[in-house]
């Protein structure tokens, strides 16, 4: 309590992740930062609740002997844990490096050795088994879902609940700096045969304050993550904006329920490839009338290549953006490859704009646009 008080109270300009982490905590002590779903119930965490639980997974991880320049590796889908070991190990002066959930074990073999991380995070047995079987050797290993690992016996393992509850009171406020690399992956690749991307504090601040402003988003958008977590455009285009802005972050419980979960959460903002809206195309036109003979098929049809008319939109349009979660989104936001034009266009008969992100305009200064967009063909969040 001590930590969290001082931290809210710092009179520090925010110039990094963590310390508008704190900004947020200090503005919006009754806001939800983050919701997500735990055997189907939705949790909350406040502002202040997570800034506190960040401080102390820093404590724990200064504890375990990470500091200044040390690399946490991370392995998982989206979860609430993984937010918060990101932004502890950021707190630090750390350099967090995401590691593919698809990768081949001699890429991630590769990878461990090219990043020597000094802590590991993983979901579940199977990213730790992963993790162990690549030859992780660093300080510890700390996995979320304790399910199917109690038998395990190796001591560099931890159980975050456990390894949480022992950490010491921790610093003030966060030790980082603008100049410290807070993400380091690799553009295209494996470790071997592809540059290294470092991106400082200041870098990924100065990007979401353009996303910010092209997007015109704000504290009250409910944004919605739902697939694989990779840390390095999520936090560039989707941590990095939620921080600085101060909305809701949603995440889903798994990648199978992401779907249900998106309809119950009626998110404003969502990111995706064009893959992703592709696969919600056809979830939607699988409920479409399998003839346009008929009356309904007749209506459907009309309201879909209209432009305007409010009953189409009621009975029609917005229930169909509904079948995807989609029919309150603001901001359907697209990185990678631009969508084709058919699928821009089946998605604004719905009402819902695909906008390819990051715009160059909104790329970091000084950084090729083809060097940041093919970074995100493989560290990506899909809703």
């Known amino acids: ?49 997570l800034l506190a639980e960040v401080a102390g997974a820093a404590a724990a991880l200064q504890t375990d002997g990470f500091g200044n320049g040390d690399v ?17 190990a950021q707190w630090l002066g750390g350099v967090v490096a995401p590691l593919a959930l698809d990768a081949e074990p001699e890429a991630l073999a590769s990878a461990l050795i090219g990043l020597r991380p000094c802590i590991a995070f993983g ?18 290993l700390i996995y979320a879902d304790a399910r ?22 921790g610093s003030a406020y966060p030790h980082c700096v603008a100049r410290d690399v807070a993400l380091r992956y690799h ?16 870098e990924i601040l100065d990007g979401a304050r353009r996303l910010i402003a092209a997007s015109g988003l704000n504290v009250g958008e409910e944004a919605f993550a739902g697939r694989r977590f990779a840390p390095a455009g999520v936090v560039r285009y989707l941590l990095a904006p939620w921080l600085l802005a101060g909305f809701t972050l949603n995440i889903a419980e798994s990648p199978e329920s992401r779907d249900p979960d998106r309809r119950e959460i009626g998110p404003s903002l969502i990111l995706g490839s064009a893959e992703t809206y592709a696969r919600l195309r056809s979830r939607i036109q699988a409920r479409l009338p399998a003839s346009r003979d008929g009356w309904r098929g007749r209506l459907v049809s009309a309201a879909l290549h209209s432009r305007s008319g409010l009953l189409a939109r009621i009975l029609v349009r917005r229930p169909l953006a509904e079948v995807a979660g989609l029919g309150r989104v603001r901001h359907a936001l697209v990185v990678g490859p631009a969508p084709d034009a058919d699928l821009t266009e089946f998605f604004a008969r719905l009402g819902v704009s695909l906008r390819r992100w990051p715009d160059a305009a909104c790329l970091p200064q000084n950084r090729p646009p083809e060097h940041d967009l093919a970074s995100l063909l493989n560290v990506w969040v899909a809703p």
Request: aromatic share 6%; proline share 7%; charged share 20%.
């Open 187 to 202: 553009v295209a690749g494996g470790w071997d045969d592809g540059p290294v991307c470092r991106i400082t504090h200041a």
């Open 148 to 169: 199917g690992l109690h038998a395990y016996r190796q001591t560099v393992l931890a159980s975050y609940g456990e390894w949480l509850a022992a950490a010491p009171d």
């Open 123 to 140: 979901d579940d047995q199977e990213q730790v088994d992963r993790l162990l079987a690549a030859g992780f050797s660093g300080k510890r």
């Open 1 to 49: 309590m001590h930590t969290l008080n001082k931290a809210l109270s710092s009179s520090n300009s925010p110039d990094t992740l963590p310390a508008h982490l704190c900004e947020q905590a200090r503005l919006q002590p009754r806001t939800v930062a983050l919701r997500f779903k735990r055997l189907g119930i939705w949790h909350e965490k406040r502002w202040p609740d």
């Open 72 to 88: 946490l590796a991370l392995l998982g889908q989206p979860s609430p844990e993984a937010v918060v070991m990101l932004l502890a």
